[in-house]
């Protein structure tokens, strides 16, 4: 049977994904020389990115071609959206059917284990610093608005102009002069050249400024801010076409069920499972664990699809498709060396036994 939990967050200027944080406990007599950990379970981030862009028309659209040969200025003022990268990212939350309690002998030297937050383990004997994690890595910056019009470049001629038709004009003039006077400087040819190159630097910053706007008067412009879209998935099984979310040009994202957008799917098929054990084997296997638990996750591939079009195509470890084992107690109870055990804190996997 397919089990499946869908959570969409709201969409968010930023993707809002807090440092890993990491707790070290000690095994010590008031605690019965025990360490209470969970192991965790695969939740699958579906990361969107969501680009609004919102285009405004200058007042002289009309004569763009004709005084800058500028073909396909925005005709009219609009806001459309485009679906950019899709990220997966791999998370493991708590798993509060399989938590458990490790127990040291009293004689273990000194020992203890880094859990997250959320208590999943992190390392046994070991310091762990938590690494940049794949949210962090995520995040981008987002873009701001910018001004069509800038009064700064209306001039007292401009303002005079009584027609559209004048005005425009009068602006393509400005623009023209502005680059005559841009390259007058840079030859040397200007009768005020500035002192320094600090100084020239920044006329020639102002005078592009200058150009930039009022050519803005023509073109028109669009500017671009992106967002971002959560979808948290905890597969249980394969997945055909489930429905993740809806795009819109026009609205962006939307619901699962809202049929105005265009459906974007996700296929998740295993491709590494553990075999399925009856109720009697699993609780025989239950008994049988001593020590520290762990998981060996299986592996699944994934794809997500619009309109027949791959947004992303990959694999991921998923601890719902794979095993647990555990390691034997005997191993941390060697005083002259203990052992180290680090763990992935996101699949609950061995990452590396030092002995």
């Known amino acids: 049977m397919k089990n499946l939990i869908i959570i969409a967050s ?38 969107a990115e969501i680009t609004k862009v919102t285009c405004k028309a200058g007042p ?56 997250t937050e959320e208590g999943l383990l992190c390392s046994i004997n070991a310091d762990y610093t938590p690494p940049e994690s794949e ?11 910018v001004a069509v019009e800038d009064i700064s470049v209306f001039s007292e001629e401009l303002l005079m102009a009584g027609s559209t038709a004048k005005q425009a004009e009068v602006a393509a003039k400005q623009i023209y002069r502005i680059r005559e006077s841009r390259m007058n400087i840079l030859t040397g040819e200007a009768d005020n050249t500035p002192p320094d190159g600090q100084a020239m630097k920044l006329v020639i910053e102002q005078l592009e400024q200058q150009e930039q706007a009022l050519t803005n008067l023509f073109t028109g412009i669009c500017t671009k801010e992106t967002d971002y879209y959560d979808v948290d998935i905890i597969p249980y099984d394969d997945l055909e076409r489930e429905v993740l979310f809806r795009f819109s040009d026009l609205l962006g994202i939307v619901p699962a069920d809202d049929l105005g957008g265009t459906p974007v799917y996700m296929n998740l098929k295993a491709i590494e499972r553990a075999p399925v054990l009856d109720p009697k084997e699993e609780a025989k296997k239950e008994k049988s664990f001593k020590g520290i638990i762990y998981n060996i996750p299986g592996k699944a591939a ?52 030092i002995q």
């Not at 485009?82 to 798993?95: A, E, F, T, V």
């Not at 309109?307 to 647990?324: C, D, H, M, P, Y």
């Not at 084992?325 to 005997?330: H, T």
């Open 60 to 115: 002289y659209y009309r004569y763009a071609e004709k005084y800058l040969g500028v073909k396909d200025p925005v005709k009219e003022d609009k806001v459309y959206y485009k679906l950019g990268k899709i990220d997966l990212i791999n998370k493991g939350i708590p798993d509060t059917e399989n938590t458990y309690i490790v127990e040291f002998k009293a004689g273990t030297v000194a020992p203890y284990a880094y859990l």
């Open 10 to 47: 709201l969409l968010v200027s930023l993707p809002i994904f807090s440092q890993t944080k990491v707790t070290k406990k000690i095994a010590t007599k008031a605690n019965n020389f025990g360490i209470t950990y969970s192991l965790p379970k695969t939740s699958l981030i579906v990361n």
């Open 302 to 353: 994934i794809e997500i699809s619009m309109n027949k079009n791959t947004l992303f195509k990959g694999e991921a470890q998923i601890v719902q498709f794979g095993s647990r084992e555990s390691l034997a107690p005997v191993m941390f109870e060697d005083k002259k060396a203990p052992v180290k055990v680090y763990f992935y804190p996101e699949t609950g996997a061995i990452k590396q036994i």
């Open 135 to 145: 949210h962090e890595m995520a995040q981008k910056g987002k873009t701001g608005p």
